[in-house]
């Protein structure tokens, strides 16, 4: 079963009427799930050989950027953000940083 078939299994159950079996089951699916995704996340990161550092800086990067001041002005948000990418590119970190593309 697909990580996201386990969420929706559980997805709108009630807590309080789970029976003890069904806390086995859901407690089980959830280790399930956790598993699959750490082994979807080092999968990733032995593809694309990148360190879970450097992909966290990259995303406090990303962030960064969406929080600019142009927040009401779409189109300036957007500019402001291929700009940087750009610059970013253009200080050499273009091969290493896959999820800057």
């Known amino acids: 079963m697909a990580i996201n078939a386990l969420f929706e299994k559980w997805r709108n159950r009630d807590a309080k009427s789970l029976t003890k079996e069904e806390w086995k089951e859901f407690f ?24 879970t550092s450097r992909v966290r800086e990259l995303l406090d990067r990303t962030n960064k950027i969406m929080s600019t001041k142009n927040r009401e002005n779409k189109t300036a948000k ?15 970190r273009n091969r290493e940083d896959d999820l800057l593309r």
């Open 78 to 92: 957007k500019s402001v953000l291929r700009q940087k990418l750009k610059d970013a590119k253009e200080k050499g």
């Open 28 to 51: 089980h699916d959830r280790a399930t799930s956790r598993n699959r995704y750490e082994q979807a996340w080092k999968a990733y990161l032995e593809r694309t050989k990148q360190k």
